[in-house]
């Protein structure tokens, strides 16, 4: 298996983590690891969703709410239990898997818009129960002195590389799944559930798969985010970071999983900019990067659907087939001069 | 049993609200089969524009009025521009487009006029009238009155009126409609015009009794998307009548176990819906089927 993996991706996955690797040392101020951190994070979160968007044809518009509730979980069991960081990761992972397969199993047979409007329905719930549940959350106000995961002492670099670490994990996961069997039945239910039924592949167990996988996946990410900030409130866990998230993954291209890993990247990278550009532009009020992620949103559905890296990679191809068409040519030519020489 | 029915009354009138985003939805799904996610927007933006006209020093009723244009021609504007420009698109697209242009639109608001909340002054006197016991705002009558002359007047324009049949040939049959002559574009313009104003005016009517800021259109679009499905994607009269069911369970949830969960409450009547019978109570088995 990996050595399929690293014969079909493996410069990409050579430049991934030389880039990866170098970015701690390059910006060795502590601002940008922590957004590097921030970064990763997310990454975990859309790949996951990238899994249910691009593969199953899904659409989640709740995945804020399992990355909260994986936050929570961990943060209550550590806190209040007092419970090792590492447990309360485990159980950040198994709780929202359970929620996502029991939302998932409820609502396995919907699709579109109701599968859409379910999630979004789902996060609002998730986002007021937090709220509402204050002697185990705080309520409002939230969560503090989380235990800070002790990986290496502690500091900003190792916890950059926990958090990159387990995204390169993630991301092998994904690719593998993408290149075995399951991941050949995932694109025949996209292209066609009709089809793939027919073909004998069980296409809600499928969909009820990638849901909880991506459950799990945001759930991870939510407990790292938990032990790392050390506070907590609900705020983050509604549907501005799920349509933050959704973003991420159409930019980058659905139907990939390296595009929802560029995707993130550069959605981050627009979110502080947008930041900086708030402190120094006195007019800018409001939630700015709405306006900038609903933009995006409209645009690339409008004008390029399928993402920034699938089509990147059509232009490359095309461009190498431009160019060996061009070579045939060529020697097609000179073969015909010689002939004519030669007569 | 004065609480009872102060409860139910309360529910009729959120309920009420819930109809016409419903209505609105519907009306557009059923000409274009897109739902427009956008709708809930189109209600804060007609009360939020009116208060921030009534702010230029214009009377009410001009406000009011060039308020329900605009959003009309947002609506018309979001069609021809952004909807039909994407017609072939698969459905996940289509539901990102729409959450697009709805975050699109409240971040745009929350720019203009901040993250503050605002009222409107009500149409009457804010004396509430007593009913047998039960008191009733004045501004919720005029609520339950607009919607009840809104889907009086949108059930005469389908069931009664040329037009209304031409939008209902392009709903069951686009080709054989193009083929008589009429366009199913400009019918599809229509139905934005029609749920843009529509929503408009249900803003403006509310603004009063809840304030309005840059983010209710999510909520209000949500519960109105909910009762659609709960009356069955597709019927205009069986979301209204959950409509109402929606908003009097939601009040009694919210009197009776806790007003924080009122929220939760109609959500999970979704998710619950979803599970035991996505077609919706009034729902035919067709509608809806294959997610769309």
Redesign the interface.
């Known amino acids: 298996m990996m050595k399929q993996i690293i014969d079909k991706w493996g410069k990409s996955i050579g430049i991934y983590l030389f880039l990866m690797i170098l970015f701690p040392f390059v910006m060795p101020d502590e601002y940008y690891r922590s957004v590097g951190i921030i970064i990763g994070l997310q990454a975990i979160v859309t790949i996951g969703l990238c899994l249910v968007m691009g593969l199953a044809g899904q659409i989640s518009l709740g995945q804020a709410a399992f990355w909260g509730i994986g936050a929570y979980t961990s943060a209550v069991l550590t806190t209040k239990y007092g419970l090792p960081p590492f447990i309360g990761l485990i159980a950040a992972a198994i709780v929202p898997g359970l929620f996502a397969f029991i939302l998932g199993r409820a609502i396995a047979g919907l699709q579109g818009y109701y599968l859409a409007m379910a999630t979004l329905a789902f996060g609002y719930i998730v986002q007021i129960g937090i709220t509402e549940w204050e002697p185990v959350t705080g309520g409002a106000n939230g969560m503090i002195s989380i235990p800070q995961m002790t990986f290496f002492g502690g500091s900003e670099l190792s916890m950059y590389f926990l958090i990159w670490g387990v995204v390169t994990c993630v991301l092998l996961f994904s690719l593998n799944l993408l290149n075995s069997r399951v991941g050949r039945a995932f694109r025949a239910i996209h292209k066609s559930e009709i089809a793939a039924t027919s073909m004998g592949i069980d296409v809600r167990k499928f969909k009820l798969n990638a849901f909880v996988v991506s459950g799990m996946f945001a759930g991870i990410s939510g407990g790292l985010y938990a032990h790392y900030m050390g506070i907590l409130d609900p705020q983050p866990f509604g549907l501005h970071e799920s349509i933050k998230f959704l973003t991420m993954v159409v930019i980058g291209g659905m139907t990939s999983i390296w595009g929802a890993l560029i995707g993130t990247i550069l959605i981050g990278f627009i979110s502080e900019a947008l930041v900086l550009l708030s402190e120094v532009v006195p007019g800018l009020q409001g939630d700015v990067d709405t306006i900038v992620f609903g933009a995006i949103l409209v645009l690339f559905i409008m004008f390029m659907p399928e993402g920034l890296v699938p089509r990147i990679r059509t232009a490359f191809e095309k461009g190498q087939a431009k160019k060996a068409k061009a070579m045939a040519d060529e020697a097609q030519r000179k073969q015909q001069v010689e002939r004519k020489a030669a007569t | 049993m004065t609480e009872l029915l102060q409860y139910v009354a309360n529910g009729l009138v959120s309920g009420g609200i819930y109809a016409i985003v419903a209505v609105g939805f519907i009306t557009i799904y059923n000409v274009s089969k897109v739902?427009n996610?956008a709708q809930g927007e189109f209600l804060m933006l007609g009360g939020m524009v009116t208060v921030a006209l009534i702010g230029m020093n214009l009377p009410y009723g001009l406000a009011a009025l060039l308020a329900i244009l605009m959003v009309t021609l947002i609506g018309v504007l979001m069609q021809k521009y952004?909807i039909a420009?994407?017609k072939k698109?698969n459905?996940?697209?289509l539901?990102?487009?729409t959450?697009?242009?709805?975050?699109?639109?409240?971040?745009?608001a929350?720019?203009?006029w901040?993250?503050d909340a605002f009222a409107l002054e009500p149409i009457t006197s804010n004396e509430p009238i007593s009913i047998g016991g039960v008191m009733i705002a004045q501004q919720s009558i005029w609520i339950l009155a607009a919607v009840l002359i809104i889907l009086f007047l949108l059930w005469y324009l389908m069931d009664k009126t040329i037009l209304g049949k031409k939008i209902n040939a392009c709903s069951v049959n686009p080709m054989a409609a193009r083929l008589m002559g009429i366009s199913p574009t400009k019918m599809s313009m229509l139905a934005f015009a029609i749920s843009g104003a529509t929503g408009a005016i249900a803003g403006i009517v509310i603004a009063p009794l809840s304030v309005t800021s840059?983010d209710i259109g999510?909520?209000l679009g949500?519960k109105g998307?909910?009762a659609a499905?709960l009356g069955g994607l597709g019927n205009p009269l069986g979301a209204a009548v959950a409509a109402f069911l929606l908003g009097i369970v939601e009040s009694l949830g919210a009197g009776y176990i806790?007003s924080?969960?009122k929220?939760?409450i109609a959500?999970?009547v979704?998710?619950g819906m979803?599970?035991i019978k996505?077609s919706g109570i009034f729902g035919e088995r067709s509608v809806?089927k294959?997610?769309?």
């Open positions: 739902i996610l952004v420009y994407v698109a459905p996940i697209s539901i990102i487009l959450i697009g242009i709805s975050t699109l639109i409240r971040g745009i929350s720019f203009i901040g993250k840059y999510v909520l949500i998307f909910s499905i806790s924080g969960m929220d939760a959500f999970l979704l998710i979803l599970l996505p809806g294959g997610g769309l």
